[in-house]
């Protein structure tokens, strides 16, 4: 697995703890790499890229929610071997993220119907890359320049590289399926009603699959939870509001 390591910083009071920033799909580390210069002057951050996707190696798996779980996991215990942990997540690495926290709760601080299956669906994100033709800039209030078109767009120039892509909107779960993908993300997701641990919540507007009311229910229900409003946004608020959050 591929990742951005800016190392601990020698005599910081901060020096045992790691910020671990989680991408999404269809991105990679490179999401965050304009809110990771203000955060390495305080904490070593860390920031993968999920196997199969950015510069990470292209295996022959089926790239399940279970499957990135693993990977995540060990990368984790190999990487980031002590300390606080402060995660910095985002759409299916929120789901990653918190199931990892749930798993490892004395460690952590935490900071819609869609489905991509059947035939329709495989053409449209493997041959036409519409993740990547369409789906980013969708998601963002500002338009990717030419060289972030680049960077996003290079892991996946060969369509058999794409399966993550794929498989990702497959592993939302829907009415109790994957029932696999349903059963770890109840577990965590009434863990995360009930802790303590630290919690930051951002949002925008108009915002996407979070909505307002969405997100007013968030800040009502989570313990110990303080939501930051960084404006206007969609999706992607890490390309429009980096130096906010």
């Keep these: 697995m591929a990742y951005v390591d800016t190392g601990a910083l020698a005599g910081s009071q901060h020096s045992n703890t790691t910020s671990l920033f989680i991408h999404g799909n269809p991105t990679s580390s490179y999401l965050w790499r304009n809110i990771i210069p203000h955060i390495s002057e305080k904490v070593r951050c860390v920031a993968p890229d999920f196997i199969g996707m950015g510069d990470s190696s292209k295996l022959p798996i089926s790239y399940r929610f279970a499957e990135h779980a693993q990977y995540l996991d060990g990368f984790i215990d190999r990487v980031?071997?002590?300390?606080?942990v402060i995660l910095v997540i985002q759409d299916c690495g929120s789901a990653l993220g918190f199931d990892w926290a749930f798993l490892h709760a004395t460690v952590s601080y935490l900071g819609r119907r869609c489905t991509g299956q059947g035939p329709v669906g495989r053409k449209l994100i493997i041959e036409q890359n519409a993740f990547m033709n369409i789906m980013l800039d969708r998601g963002l209030i500002c338009k990717l320049t030419a060289e972030e078109k680049v960077a996003y767009g290079k892991p996946y120039e060969n369509p058999d590289h794409r399966e993550p892509l794929f498989r990702w909107p497959n592993e939302i779960h829907i009415e109790g399926h994957p029932p696999d993908v349903y059963q770890r993300v109840s577990s965590y997701h009434e863990w995360l009603l009930e802790t303590k641990v630290p919690k930051l919540f951002f949002r925008a507007v108009?915002?996407?699959?979070?909505?307002?009311?969405?997100?007013?229910?968030?800040?009502?229900?989570?313990?110990?939870?303080?939501?930051?409003?960084?404006g206007k946004g969609v999706y992607f608020f890490q390309k429009g509001h980096p130096h906010r959050i």
């Design 206 to 230: 108009p915002g996407r699959l979070v909505s307002e009311q969405k997100a007013r229910w968030f800040l009502d229900h989570l313990e110990n939870v303080k939501g930051v409003f960084v």
């Design 80 to 84: 980031v071997t002590e300390g606080k």
